[in-house]
């Protein structure tokens, strides 16, 4: 949105109605701490809990002196229950940087000889500290907590922003007893509900009332939202964010309407809001190529060669020359004249100024906007702005799309950082825009290709040839780039504790659109068990750990791998002269059941030689829930194979 707009239509709300909405509703009362809550030593809802909120209590209104302000009571009740739960004493509290935290007050309550002790949270002990650009943050620990302890803490936010009020999430990673939520503001406002997670525990009441606003009396909106005994949102293996599935209902601003003075659509279809992000300095106006930039992109482009040699070497350029702060944003912290000086910004820092320096070579690219994994999924229906959180460049040349990202220049130009792997993201453009897949040809990619002889103690000696791609590719150029050459090794032989690794080297390092190669020399001590005339042999010596990823009995949320898998796995073992294979695996393909997965198990002999083959390939990404025993099945039945064994004896 317009900034100057925006301060208009404060100036012109606060000039005609001097808005203010009284009254503080509390439904409880700070101190007054019931006996049961005290003396409980178990959640029934959930004897597993370390903790549980015994009340979360929030309410929203607004209120104006020289300025609309939104007004956020908070209100919360924990009950430690064992010492794993004690973290709940250390509070924090996020707010933004033109926002204000007053009026905190906290404290713990305990029995103690029959009577109650309060330790009360002193005004020193409570520090203000800045997090980020955007973000402050308020940390204060509360005294005296132990298992049994009840903990007790309320604050006020005063915030200028009326585009997002409060987001209250009624489900957290602790169950949840009682929640209340209250919400009130003047007709003049109309928002858009941005809910998530199952709020079926969750009861909705909502009146048009009559407001005091400024003085006057007008028709206002009053929602009021209860919930009891939410269960703990259980975070759940290969699976987006918590953003996703947390029980929780937001707002965002949609318009703004008072009869004869004012209209403004705030929050728009996708198309309009591509044009209102096109006119903000922070993103649209960022685009436009300072001097540096244009230079830059002339010396790039005159070393000739076609368009895609071209984004190489401007993607090269940005990756090499930018470092990112970690921060991941839609919009610029900066003008880009100073970023680049500096070499250093945030996610849309970066990869606004590589869209910026394309185009001035004359390569077609525009911003695509995004919600990161752990950020949960965009509504291809609704825009809701605050639902975005990042920004890549979209790029044509030589008529094929990529998808491309400079924040780490260990990846390769046309590789995507894996958590953008998330649905779908909107391209911004000066005709409105469109969706796009934020998928390219990102995958777990790995082959590995043994030769072993076995001695008849039972040990393997060979080597390994193996090369990785895409994500496997980039975590071995990563540790090799922070950690060195020999930390890998290390990690190779921790992860890998039963091989006695001799000797390893690493090819295509530095070659990024290729394969990492690995070569490795390695023994295997005790692969096989070995008795009066017989060993016992499991052909699959690596990646073989025996554990199923899908283990719980049931799923809430579906599950997402993010990109397919691949996996080939090639082992030839040369069995010691005087012994026979008495006994077998046969081969075997698995199919997961409905699809989108199968593992092939290829078994063979030549001679003395056992050789074995395995491919797993997961061509599917997303899962629903009902097919959740789907997944657990396929991947039992792959352990179980893999455990399958062959059986020698020597020759008499």
């Known amino acids: 949105m317009n900034i100057s707009l925006r301060q208009s ?16 509703i509390r439904e409880i009362t700070f101190g007054e701490i019931p006996e049961e809550d005290l003396v409980m030593t178990e959640y029934a809802e959930d004897q597993s809990a370390d903790a549980v909120i015994l009340e979360n209590y929030t309410r929203v209104s607004m209120r104006s002196g020289e300025k609309i302000l939104v007004i956020t009571d908070r209100h919360i009740r924990i009950k430690v229950i064992n010492t794993d739960g004690l973290d709940y004493a250390n509070v924090e509290i996020p707010f933004g940087r033109d926002e204000k935290v007053l009026g905190i007050k906290a404290a713990s309550y305990n029995m103690e000889d029959g009577k109650r002790v309060t330790g009360i949270v002193d005004r020193k002990s409570i520090y203000y500290e800045e997090s980020n650009r955007y973000r402050n943050t308020v940390r204060f620990s509360v005294p005296n907590v132990r298992p049994g302890s009840v903990i007790e ?6 915030s200028p922003d ?16 009682r929640c209340g939520f209250h919400v009130e503001f003047p007709g003049y406002f109309e928002y858009k509900f941005v809910t998530g997670g199952d709020l079926s525990k969750v009861r909705y009441n909502k009146t048009e009332s009559q407001v005091n606003f400024g003085g006057d009396i007008v028709i206002g909106f009053v929602g009021h939202w209860t919930a009891f005994n939410i269960p703990a949102y259980r975070e759940e293996p290969f ?3 918590s953003e996703d599935y947390y029980a929780r209902i937001g707002f965002e601003l949609s318009k703004i309407e008072i009869p004869g003075y004012y209209f403004e659509e ?7 809001l591509s044009v209102k992000l096109l006119e903000r300095s922070d993103f649209g106006l960022y685009l436009n190529t300072n001097s540096s930039i244009r230079k830059k992109a002339g010396e790039l482009k005159a070393m000739g060669g076609s368009e895609t040699d071209l984004l190489r070497r401007i993607y090269s350029f940005v990756s090499e020359h930018m470092m990112w702060n970690g921060y991941e944003d839609y919009t610029s912290s900066a003008a880009m004249k100073k970023i680049y000086s500096d070499a250093r910004g945030n996610a849309a820092d970066i990869n606004m100024m590589l869209v910026s320096m394309l185009r001035a070579a004359g390569i077609q690219a525009d911003p695509v906007i995004l919600s990161t994994r752990d950020h949960g999924l965009l509504n291809t229906y609704f825009a809701i702005i605050q639902r975005f959180n990042y920004v890549v460049a979209s790029v044509r040349v030589d008529g094929v799309q990529y998808l491309v990202d400079a924040t780490d220049p260990m990846r390769p130009f046309n590789m995507l950082p894996f958590r953008c792997l998330n649905g779908q993201g909107w391209t911004v453009t000066d005709k409105g825009g469109s969706w796009v897949d934020l998928r390219t040809n ?3 990619h790995e082959t590995m290709r043994f030769a072993f002889d076995l001695s008849e103690e039972g040990s393997l000696k060979g080597t ?3 090369s990785y791609e895409s994500y496997d590719a980039w975590t071995v150029r990563k540790i090799c780039k922070l950690e060195g050459e020999e930390a890998y090794i290390d990690m190779m032989r921790s992860v890998n504790n039963s091989w006695r690794i001799d000797a390893l080297e690493l090819g295509n390092l530095g070659e990024l659109e290729n394969p990492v190669l690995e070569s490795i020399s390695l023994t295997v001590p005790d692969a096989a068990e070995t008795g009066e005339g017989i060993m016992y042999l499991n052909p699959v010596i690596y990646d073989r750990d025996g554990s199923n990823e899908f283990y719980a009995d049931d799923r809430l949320s579906p599950i997402d ?7 080939h796995y090639s082992c030839e073992i040369t069995i010691p002269e005087g012994w026979t294979i008495a006994e077998m695996p046969g081969s075997a393909n698995i199919n997961l059941s409905g699809g989108g997965g199968q593992f092939k198990y290829n078994i063979r002999t030549e001679g003395r030689k056992i050789i074995l083959d395995t491919e797993t390939n997961i061509s599917t990404v997303t899962f629903p829930p009902e097919r959740y025993g789907d997944l657990r099945n396929f991947r039992s039945n792959i352990i179980r194979k893999q455990a399958e064994v062959v059986i020698l004896k020597k020759v008499i």
């Not at 239509?9 to 203010?20: C, D, E, Q």
């Not at 009326?162 to 007893?177: A, G, M, N």
């Not at 791998?561 to 996996?567: D, L, M």
């Open 153 to 158: 803490y309320k604050y006020t936010v005063e």
């Open 442 to 444: 990102e995958q777990n």
């Open 9 to 24: 239509a404060f100036i012109l709300i606060s000039m005609v109605f001097n808005i203010a909405l009284q009254g503080q």
């Open 239 to 241: 699976s987006t964010g």
């Open 561 to 567: 791998i993010g990109c397919p898998s691949f996996k």
């Open 266 to 272: 705030v929050s728009p279809t996708y198309p309009k």
């Open 162 to 177: 009326i585009f997002t009020l409060y987001t209250l999430e009624f489900q957290h990673e602790i169950p949840v007893v």
């Open 464 to 466: 390994a040839s193996n």
